[in-house]
C-alpha cells in the first residue's frame, strides 16, 4: 500500500520538466525554511511576555492552554479576523504595500544563512554583501507607512526612523568590514568555516568592539528597546504603525520579531562561528558536545534573542540626540579605529587569520 | 524562450515601466518609489550579467541610503502638486531630445559600429563565467593595482565633498539647550545635594 503510494508520488515528480523539479525543489526548501521562522516568531513573542513577565515579579500569559502556550495562536486568530481599516485620507497602495516592504527583506535574507555545514538555501559568493543590502532595505517599509499613514504621530515616527537607522547602518557596515578583513570571504559559510578550532578561534575576539558595535547597530536597526524611539508609547503612542490594525498590523510585528531573529542568527555566524562548537579543540568530534550541528548555530541564536528582550526590560528608552550622538559620534570611530587596528595586525600577521 | 531570457525580460520590463512613472506619476513620493524600483530592476539586471557586486551595492547604497534621504526630502516638503504639472508640456521636446542622444550613445556603444542594434551573436559570444567566478574578487584586484590612483583621487574628492557639505550647513546656534552626557555621567552626589542641619524641632 504505501510503496504503492510512494511509486505514484515519484510517478507525479518525473512527470513534471526538470526545470519544473528544480523550481519545485527551491520552493519546498523556501518552505522548510520559512515555516519554522514563523513558528519561531510566533513563540519569540510568547518568549517576550513571559520573561519580561518573570523579571518584573508577574506570570505573563497563562490562561490559553497549558502555561500558555497557546496564547501566540490566539494572538494570531485574533488579528486575522480583525478588520484592517484603511484611513480615508491615505495613500491605499502605499498604505497596503508599507508592511509586506517590511516583512520582505527581512525573510529575504535567510536564503544566504548557513544552518549547518553545507545546509544553506543559496551558497553564493556575495552572501555578507547580499544580506547587508536587504536588511538596508526593510527601513522603506517603516518610511512608506508613516507617509502613507497621513497621520502626525505616523510621519514623526517614521522620520526619526529614517535617520536612526541610515546612522546604525554605517556602523554595522564597517563592522561586516571588519569580518570580511578577518575571514577574506564574503561567502557566509567560510566565513564560519574561517573559526573553526573552538571557542578561541571565534572572530569574537579579534574583532571585540566589533562585535559590541554590530550587535547594538542590530538592536538600533530593529528599532527595539532602548532604542524604540519609532514605536514610543509614551510619545507617540505606536509611531508608524498607529494607523494599523489587524492583519496589517500583525505584519508589521511579524517583521520586528522576523528582523530579531535574523540579526540573532546573523550575530552568532559573523562572530561566534554559527554552527561550529565551542569544544571543538578539547573534546574532538566523536563527542556530542564537541560536534558541530545546528543545535549549536541554534542556542547562540537564542542567546542574542534573549538579550534583546533582557534589553527590553532592563534599560529606558534613549533620547533622541542621544541615540544620534551614539549612532555617530561613538561606534562609528570606534568601528574605523579597530578597522585600522586590524589593518595592522592582518599586516603583522598577529591574529586568527593567516593571509 | 529559456529561464534567463524570460527573467530579463520581466525586469527590463519592470525597469522601463518604473522609469515611465518616475516621470509621469503625479506626486513627487510616488516618483521617488518609482526610482527605487527602477534601481532595484536594475540591480536585477546586473545580476544577471554576473555583477553581483555591482548589483548589491547599487542595493546598498543607491536603495538603502540615497533614496531613503531622498525620499525624506520629498516627504517634508509642502509641494504644489497642480503647479508642478504646468510646465509638462513645454519641458517634453527637451526631455525627447535628450532621451534620443541617450539612446543613440547606448545604441553605439552596445551595438558595436551601430548597425545592428539587437547585436544578439555578441551575447551569445560573451564569456560564461564559472560558477565560483568572485565579481567582488575581480573588481577589488584590479581597483587596488592598476587603477590605486584613480581610486584614491575619487575618494580623496569625495572626502573633500563631505568636509565642504559639513562645514557649509554647519551652524552653531548659542540658544539651544543641550546637555554634555560625560558631564552628567561624571557628576558626583555633592554636585547636586546639600545637606543643611535644621533647627526645626516639630519634625522630631
Same mark, same amino acid.
Given at each position: 500500500?504505501?510503496?504503492?503510494?510512494?511509486?505514484?508520488?515519484?510517478?507525479?515528480?518525473?512527470?513534471?520538466?526538470?526545470?519544473?523539479?528544480?523550481?519545485?525543489?527551491?520552493?519546498?526548501?523556501?518552505?522548510?525554511?520559512?515555516?519554522?521562522?514563523?513558528?519561531?516568531?510566533?513563540?519569540?513573542?510568547?518568549?517576550?511576555?513571559?520573561?519580561?513577565?518573570?523579571?518584573?515579579?508577574?506570570?505573563?500569559?497563562?490562561?490559553?492552554?497549558?502555561?500558555?502556550?497557546?496564547?501566540?495562536?490566539?494572538?494570531?486568530?485574533?488579528?486575522?479576523?480583525?478588520?484592517?481599516?484603511?484611513?480615508?485620507?491615505?495613500?491605499?497602495?502605499?498604505?497596503?504595500?508599507?508592511?509586506?516592504?517590511?516583512?520582505?527583506?527581512?525573510?529575504?535574507?535567510?536564503?544566504?544563512?548557513?544552518?549547518?555545514?553545507?545546509?544553506?538555501?543559496?551558497?553564493?559568493?556575495?552572501?555578507?554583501?547580499?544580506?547587508?543590502?536587504?536588511?538596508?532595505?526593510?527601513?522603506?517599509?517603516?518610511?512608506?507607512?508613516?507617509?502613507?499613514?497621513?497621520?502626525?504621530?505616523?510621519?514623526?515616527?517614521?522620520?526619526?526612523?529614517?535617520?536612526?537607522?541610515?546612522?546604525?547602518?554605517?556602523?554595522?557596515?564597517?563592522?561586516?568590514?571588519?569580518?570580511?578583513?578577518?575571514?577574506?570571504?564574503?561567502?557566509?559559510?567560510?566565513?564560519?568555516?574561517?573559526?573553526?578550532?573552538?571557542?578561541?578561534?571565534?572572530?569574537?575576539?579579534?574583532? *571585540?568592539?566589533?562585535? /559590541?558595535?554590530?550587535?547594538?547597530?542590530? !538592536?538600533?536597526?530593529?528599532?527595539? #528597546?532602548?532604542?524604540? =524611539? %519609532? &514605536?514610543?508609547?509614551?510619545?507617540?503612542?505606536?509611531?508608524?504603525?498607529?494607523?494599523?490594525?489587524?492583519?496589517?498590523?500583525?505584519?508589521?510585528?511579524?517583521?520586528?520579531?522576523?528582523?530579531?531573529?535574523?540579526?540573532?542568527?546573523?550575530?552568532?555566524?559573523?562572530?561566534?562561528?554559527?554552527?561550529?562548537?565551542?569544544?571543538?579543540?578539547?573534546?574532538?568530534?566523536?563527542?556530542?558536545?564537541?560536534?558541530?550541528?545546528?543545535?549549536?548555530?541554534?542556542?547562540?541564536?537564542?542567546?542574542?534573542?534573549?538579550?534583546?528582550?533582557?534589553?527590553?526590560?532592563?534599560?529606558?528608552?534613549?533620547?533622541?540626540?542621544?541615540?544620534?550622538? *551614539?549612532?555617530?559620534? /561613538?561606534?562609528?570611530?570606534?568601528?574605523? !579605529?579597530?578597522?585600522?587596528?586590524? #589593518?595592522?595586525?592582518? =599586516? %603583522? &600577521?598577529?591574529?586568527?587569520?593567516?593571509? | 524562450?529559456?529561464?534567463?531570457?524570460?527573467?530579463?525580460?520581466?525586469?527590463?520590463?519592470?525597469?522601463?515601466?518604473?522609469?515611465?512613472?518616475?516621470?509621469?506619476?503625479?506626486?513627487?513620493?510616488?516618483?521617488?518609489?518609482?526610482?527605487?524600483?527602477?534601481?532595484?530592476?536594475?540591480?536585477?539586471?546586473?545580476?544577471?550579467?554576473?555583477?553581483?557586486?555591482?548589483?548589491?551595492?547599487?542595493?546598498?547604497?543607491?536603495?538603502?541610503?540615497?533614496?531613503?534621504?531622498?525620499?525624506?526630502?520629498?516627504?517634508?516638503?509642502?509641494?504644489?502638486?497642480?503647479?508642478?504639472?504646468?510646465?509638462?508640456?513645454?519641458?517634453?521636446?527637451?526631455?525627447?531630445?535628450?532621451?534620443?542622444?541617450?539612446?543613440?550613445?547606448?545604441?553605439?556603444?552596445?551595438?558595436?559600429?551601430?548597425?545592428?542594434?539587437?547585436?544578439?551573436?555578441?551575447?551569445?559570444?560573451?564569456?560564461?563565467?564559472?560558477?565560483?567566478?568572485?565579481?567582488?574578487?575581480?573588481?577589488?584586484?584590479?581597483?587596488?593595482?592598476?587603477?590605486?590612483?584613480?581610486?584614491?583621487?575619487?575618494?580623496?574628492?569625495?572626502?573633500?565633498?563631505?568636509?565642504?557639505?559639513?562645514?557649509?550647513?554647519?551652524?552653531?546656534?548659542?540658544?539651544?539647550?543641550?546637555?554634555?552626557?560625560?558631564?552628567?555621567?561624571?557628576?558626583?552626589?555633592?554636585?547636586?545635594?546639600?545637606?543643611?542641619?535644621?533647627?526645626?524641632?516639630?519634625?522630631?
Amino acid at each position: 500500500m504505501i510503496d504503492n503510494l510512494l511509486i505514484f508520488a515519484l510517478d507525479i515528480w518525473n512527470w513534471f520538466p526538470s526545470g519544473w523539479q528544480t523550481f519545485l525543489l527551491i520552493l519546498g526548501k523556501i518552505v522548510l525554511i520559512l515555516a519554522p521562522l514563523m513558528l519561531c516568531v510566533a513563540y519569540i513573542t510568547y518568549a517576550e511576555r513571559k520573561i519580561i513577565g518573570y523579571m518584573q515579579i508577574r506570570i505573563g500569559p497563562n490562561r490559553v492552554g497549558f502555561r500558555g502556550w497557546l496564547q501566540p495562536i490566539a494572538d494570531a486568530m485574533k488579528l486575522m479576523f480583525k478588520e484592517v481599516i484603511i484611513p480615508a485620507k491615505s495613500d491605499k497602495y502605499l498604505f497596503l504595500i508599507a508592511p509586506v516592504l517590511s516583512i520582505m527583506p527581512a525573510l529575504a535574507a535567510w536564503a544566504v544563512i548557513p544552518f549547518d555545514r553545507g545546509v544553506v538555501l543559496t551558497d553564493v559568493n556575495a552572501g555578507l554583501l547580499y544580506v547587508l543590502a536587504l536588511t538596508s532595505v526593510g527601513v522603506y517599509g517603516v518610511i512608506i507607512a508613516g507617509w502613507a499613514s497621513n497621520s502626525k504621530y505616523a510621519i514623526l515616527s517614521s522620520l526619526r526612523v529614517g535617520a536612526q537607522i541610515i546612522a546604525y547602518e554605517i556602523a554595522m557596515g564597517f563592522a561586516l568590514v571588519g569580518v570580511l578583513m578577518a575571514s577574506g570571504s564574503l561567502n557566509m559559510s567560510d566565513i564560519v568555516e574561517g573559526q573553526a578550532g573552538g571557542l578561541a578561534h571565534w572572530y569574537i575576539w579579534p574583532l *571585540l568592539p566589533m562585535f /559590541v558595535v554590530y550587535f547594538l547597530s542590530g !538592536v538600533a536597526e530593529t528599532n527595539r #528597546a532602548p532604542f524604540d =524611539v %519609532a &514605536e514610543g508609547e509614551s510619545e507617540i503612542v505606536a509611531g508608524f504603525h498607529v494607523e494599523y490594525s489587524g492583519m496589517a498590523f500583525a505584519v508589521f510585528f511579524l517583521a520586528e520579531y522576523a528582523n530579531i531573529i535574523l540579526i540573532s542568527a546573523l550575530t552568532a555566524l559573523l562572530f561566534l562561528g554559527g554552527w561550529l562548537s565551542p569544544f571543538e579543540g578539547w573534546l574532538g568530534a566523536e563527542h556530542w558536545l564537541g560536534a558541530s550541528s545546528f543545535f549549536w548555530f541554534f542556542a547562540k541564536a537564542c542567546i542574542f534573542a534573549f538579550l534583546f528582550l533582557w534589553f527590553r526590560a532592563t534599560f529606558p528608552r534613549y533620547r533622541y540626540d542621544q541615540i544620534m550622538r *551614539l549612532g555617530w559620534k /561613538v561606534f562609528i570611530p570606534v568601528t574605523i !579605529v579597530w578597522l585600522f587596528v586590524e #589593518a595592522v595586525m592582518v =599586516v %603583522a &600577521e598577529i591574529g586568527p587569520w593567516a593571509v | 524562450m529559456t529561464i534567463t531570457d524570460f527573467l530579463f525580460f520581466a525586469f527590463a520590463s519592470v525597469t522601463i515601466a518604473a522609469a515611465l512613472g518616475v516621470v509621469a506619476s503625479k506626486n513627487p513620493v510616488h516618483s521617488a518609489l518609482f526610482l527605487v524600483l527602477t534601481f532595484f530592476s536594475t540591480a536585477a539586471i546586473w545580476l544577471m550579467l554576473e555583477a553581483e557586486f555591482l548589483a548589491l551595492v547599487l542595493v546598498l547604497v543607491y536603495v538603502g541610503a540615497v533614496m531613503v534621504l531622498f525620499l525624506f526630502v520629498v516627504m517634508m516638503l509642502d509641494i504644489n502638486i497642480a503647479k508642478m504639472r504646468e510646465g509638462f508640456v513645454s519641458y517634453l521636446p527637451a526631455g525627447i531630445l535628450f532621451a534620443v542622444l541617450f539612446l543613440a550613445v547606448m545604441v553605439y556603444v552596445v551595438g558595436g559600429v551601430g548597425t545592428d542594434v539587437m547585436n544578439t551573436a555578441a551575447l551569445d559570444n560573451a564569456i560564461k563565467r564559472a560558477a565560483d567566478y568572485s565579481n567582488t574578487e575581480a573588481i577589488g584586484e584590479i581597483l587596488y593595482t592598476d587603477y590605486v590612483l584613480a581610486f584614491e583621487v575619487a575618494a580623496f574628492i569625495l572626502l573633500v565633498a563631505i568636509i565642504a557639505a559639513i562645514s557649509l550647513t554647519l551652524r552653531r546656534r548659542t540658544k539651544t539647550k543641550y546637555q554634555t552626557p560625560a558631564n552628567q555621567i561624571k557628576v558626583q552626589r555633592d554636585d547636586r545635594l546639600k545637606i543643611i542641619k535644621s533647627d526645626d524641632e516639630v519634625l522630631k
